[in-house]
């Protein structure tokens, strides 16, 4: 099939629709600027070819994208020993949810809403506390390219992230964190202010469309192994996309995980990985646009997991 034309179709698509609906995420300073006007669409092929349109080279902030990443490197690390204070089950509320986290005693549902998140951030925490480092290292080792945080974001989450602040300190007065509650946020905030662009997310995830081979070379490092390649992509479809994670099964069949700065990588194993942008979120988080692009896409392709 040919992709570019896919890609450049959706683009056509959906372009006359940018700023008419949905919101930015207003609720951190600095994404609040950010204009609705744009969209980006990448895909990276096991095969090494890519393909964008639109806005794809343009930077913006991964926001809860990173969370595969940050799950990855603690899987490494750590393996199922990780489970012990993060459950895999969907969590069917807010992604920052504090009455969830109060009922099950300060473990989190899952790794994709905030507070799991933060429990992963405190067992990286323990093998590289600085807050960027690692983070960075790994997304720059699967991009083959530099990769920055947007400090201003950093320090506008930092600035206004109360509500992890709050489940940051209820879950450390249940013993599940061993580290200090600054430490653990200043971590969590800078890997969700690494900026990439489309181009960028596709490439770096294309490892879980390749059993965890590495997405610039099966020749390099493996990036994990296939069984954890399959459960990271197993959590992606059940609990990637917030608490529209069903929605997002029934309608576009991908494992998917989206951010609140309107990106959303998603995986189409033993084929390709893909990644859209458009910073305007519906009410649950999850980008407007960007999910109505994967479901052209899914539509145009015939792809899905299912």
């Known amino acids: 099939m040919d992709l570019q034309a896919i890609l450049h179709d959706i683009d056509a698509t959906l372009r006359p629709r940018l700023g008419q609906a949905g919101t930015v995420a207003s609720y951190i300073p600095a994404l609040a600027r950010v204009s609705p006007h744009q969209f980006g669409i ?34 490494r690390h ?26 099950e005693q300060g473990r989190p549902r899952n790794p994709f809403i905030n507070a ?3 429990a992963v951030a405190d067992r990286l925490a323990s093998r590289n506390p600085a807050p960027g480092g690692a983070k960075a290292d790994i997304l720059a080792f699967l991009v083959g390219e530099p990769v920055t945080y947007d400090e201003e974001v950093a320090r506008s989450e930092a600035q206004t992230g109360f509500r992890n ?13 061993d580290h200090d509650v600054a430490t653990v946020l200043d971590v969590y905030f800078h890997q969700c202010a690494l900026a990439l662009d489309c181009r960028q997310l596709a490439r770096a995830a294309a490892f879980l469309a390749m059993d965890g081979a590495h997405p610039l070379g099966r020749s390099r490092a ?46 189409v194993p033993d084929t390709l990985a893909l990644c859209v942008w458009s910073p305007a979120l519906d009410a649950t988080g999850n980008s407007l646009l960007g999910l109505q692009a994967l479901e052209l896409f899914v539509a145009k392709t015939g792809l899905s997991v299912f």
């Open 222 to 267: 493996p990036v994990c192994t296939e069984r954890q390649t399959r459960r990271i992509n197993s959590l992606m479809l059940t609990c990637g996309t917030y608490d529209a994670a069903g929605d997002v099964a029934f309608l576009i069949g991908l494992p998917c995980k989206s951010g609140v700065g309107g990106g959303i990588i998603a995986v």
């Open 116 to 118: 799991g998140a933060i």
């Open 78 to 103: 750590y393996g199922e020993a990780l489970w012990e204070r993060i459950g895999r089950e969907p969590s069917g509320n807010p992604f920052n949810s504090l009455v969830q986290l109060e009922y």
């Open 42 to 75: 990448a895909v990276h092929t096991c095969d090494g070819r890519e393909f964008a349109a639109g806005d794809a080279a343009t930077p913006f902030s991964i926001q809860s994208v990173s969370k595969v990443f940050t799950l990855t490197m603690a899987m």
């Open 165 to 177: 602040l709050a489940m940051a300190n209820f879950m450390k007065s249940f013993g599940k964190l």
